[in-house]
């Protein structure tokens, strides 16, 4: 019931004009009672009577009803499709836009097949009930309502006796209600998970392929495929059931009337054209039922869907601004991380964290995979809030700062550099389509992607590829330091890929950061040597915790552990070349 009237709230921009149409479809049903009407007075006017002008008014009736009748329809329909529509319009937008803020965890959490399935596959549902179902609906109730009510106007006594049958014909479609709906719910997961295993395997193609993995995917295809099957059998079965049941029930009504009815003609007591207009009307109604059960089908799944729909827009952003955040002001002094802590889970990933960062500094974090260096920087975005502790710039605690004067301020390069399916220009400069393009190639040349770029068939203007499928992983690595330059922020994240590059490519990565990191403050997950060794401050991270801190000099003579993996790095350097 809680969903019904939630979607109805997403109706409410839209009342006047969803209230025409429903006027407007009561129109139509009473319209639509015409035609049976006339055929009283064919029966017993024209053809019993034998009354000539009765004709002529007949068949203009018939035309006018008609044409009465087709003009209502269409704008009925057209103003609730078009209602349905904007609905529909209105919740894939505020879906959209209520997941782009839900944080990283959730993103985590939640697979992107699911999510797309919820844009599109839930939202489809919707529309379906909403754009064309709803108007169905209406259709149906009203007509079976005038055409009770003309049943009650021929004979009272005929239509109680055939309207007892009606209760019965509804069961089924009620009972089956439920059972649609949670149906309903299992195919949707279904085609979630399809959607999921989908993307996983087109994007990670090579590796599938690099692992013979075809027949393993195809089989978890396969099984997620089955259970739309499955599920879809099953809905199809109730809906198939429903009809020949209610023509059964139909018809069992019918036959009474019949019988009796026709008993009563024969000896005179009622006309043979209310008798035969009372059939008529009483199986017209027959068409209503049918369609209403066919849309309860749809209304049903589109419930479903909707439910699931509510439930993300019902997951609060944990990281949003707070009631009362401020500008942070431009960074000039320094970033300080006080006993901050943090667990994804119920396991501790950093624990008591003190640092000062100062303003120019670069600041090189080591340790092993998966000692937390990653999560640390994360959190200087508010990607993730500690959970314990805080996180200063210039002494605001960043909880307290609006998220997007915090973002302006941070340059990210990370380790799985992200490009758009867009032109390099695009790519560069973000967000910003009237970017000088002299400014574009001008940081280009400074992350050495200049030369590359240039050479591309379209140069500045070439599409990359999904995700910078078309370009080296050093020419991906470049155009990011690009993007970072282009933003030029004072603070700069460096989540270095220890990814393969080449030699040569290498060197022009790494000339290009350090034209990056200068002039700004820079956190830097190094593994290059030479990034380490320049550091201002290097600080060794073991299993979440801070273990050893100073410069490059200072913990090579203190002999610790930056000493014996310094040392690993630079045999294996050693060895490389
Ligand atoms: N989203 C997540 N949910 C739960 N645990 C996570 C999540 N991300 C990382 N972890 C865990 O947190 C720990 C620290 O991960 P983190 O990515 O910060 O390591 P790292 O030092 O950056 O490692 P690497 O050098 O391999 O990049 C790891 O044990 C990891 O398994
Ligand atoms: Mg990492």
Same mark, same amino acid.
């Given at each position: 019931?809680?969903? +019904?009237?939630?979607? *109805?709230? @997403?109706?409410?921009?839209? %009342?006047? #004009? ?5 006027? !407007? ?124 009510? +003309?049943?009650?106007? *021929?004979? @009272?006594?005929?239509?109680? %006796?055939? #309207? ?5 014909? !509804? ?407």
């Amino acid at each position: 019931m809680d969903t +019904y009237f939630r979607l *109805l709230r @997403y109706v409410k921009p839209y %009342l006047p #004009l969803f209230l025409v149409s429903i006027v !407007l479809t009561f129109f139509y049903s009473l319209l639509s009672v015409i035609p049976i009407f006339l055929v009283k007075n064919i029966l017993d006017d024209v053809f019993i009577q034998k009354k000539q002008e009765m004709l002529v008014l007949i068949s203009y009736g018939l035309v006018f009803s008609y044409l009465l009748m087709g003009i209502t329809h269409f704008f009925s329909s057209y103003i609730l499709r078009y209602v349905g529509q904007r609905v529909i319009l209105d919740v894939r937008n505020q879906l959209y836009r209520h997941l782009q803020f839900l944080s990283l965890r959730f993103f985590q959490q939640n697979p992107t097949g699911t999510l797309m399935s919820r844009i599109t596959n839930d939202t489809l549902m919707l529309e379906d009930a909403i754009a064309r179902k709803i108007g169905d609906i209406l259709k149906d109730f009203f007509s079976l309502i005038a055409l009770s009510g +003309y049943l009650f106007f *021929l004979s @009272y006594y005929y239509a109680l %006796l055939s #309207l007892v049958v009606l209760p019965l014909a !509804l069961a089924p479609i009620v009972k089956f209600a439920q059972k649609l709906r949670k149906i309903s719910i299992r195919t949707q997961e279904y085609m979630a998970d399809l959607n999921s295993v989908l993307l996983e395997t087109f994007t990670g193609i090579n590796i599938v392929k690099a692992f013979c993995m075809e027949d393993f995917e195809y089989n978890k295809f396969q099984h997620e495929n089955r259970g739309v099957f499955k599920y879809n059998i099953r809905a199809a079965r109730l809906d198939v059931i429903t009809p020949p049941l209610l023509e059964f029930i139909g018809a069992v009504g019918g036959a009474i009337i019949i019988s009796y009815g026709g008993f009563h003609v024969i000896r005179g007591t009622i006309s043979a054209g209310t008798f035969m207009t009372f059939i008529i009307a009483l199986f017209s109604m027959h068409l209503p039922i049918r369609k209403l059960n066919a849309s309860n089908f749809s209304i049903q799944r589109a419930l479903a869907s909707a439910i699931r729909i509510f439930a993300f827009l019902d997951i609060p952003a944990d990281i949003k601004d707070s009631p009362g955040a401020v500008e942070l002001p431009a960074f000039r002094d320094k970033v300080v991380f006080d006993d901050v802590s943090f667990k994804y889970d119920e396991e501790p990933v950093l624990r008591s964290i003190n640092l000062t960062v100062h303003y120019g500094q670069t600041i090189a974090l080591v340790g092993e995979s998966g000692a937390g260096k990653s999560t640390l920087v994360n959190m200087i975005p508010r990607f993730f809030d500690p959970s314990a502790g805080q996180i200063t710039i210039d002494g605001h605690d960043l909880r307290q700062v609006t998220i997007k004067s915090l973002r302006s301020q941070l340059g990210i390069v990370t380790q799985d550099t992200i490009l758009f399916n867009d032109t390099v220009r695009n790519n560069i400069a973000y967000g910003q389509h009237e970017a000088s393009l002299n400014r574009i190639q001008q940081v280009a040349r400074m992350a050495y992607a200049h030369e590359f770029i240039e050479k591309m068939p379209e140069g500045y203007e070439t599409i990359i590829g999904e995700r910078g499928t078309k370009l080296s992983g050093g020419q991906k690595q470049r155009i990011a330091i690009a993007r970072a330059l282009f933003k030029n922020p004072p603070i700069l994240i460096l989540d270095e890929a220890t990814s393969a590059l080449d030699t040569e490519s290498e060197k022009m990565v790494q000339m290009a950061l350090s034209n990056l990191m200068r002039d700004r403050t820079t956190f830097v997950i190094a593994h290059r040597l030479s990034t380490i060794r320049n550091a201002d401050l290097i600080v060794v991270l073991e299993q979440g915790r801070i273990v050893e801190m100073g410069s490059h000099d200072e913990l090579i003579s203190a002999q610790g552990i930056y000493h014996r993996l310094h040392g690993l790095q630079f045999e294996t350097v050693l060895k490389n070349s």
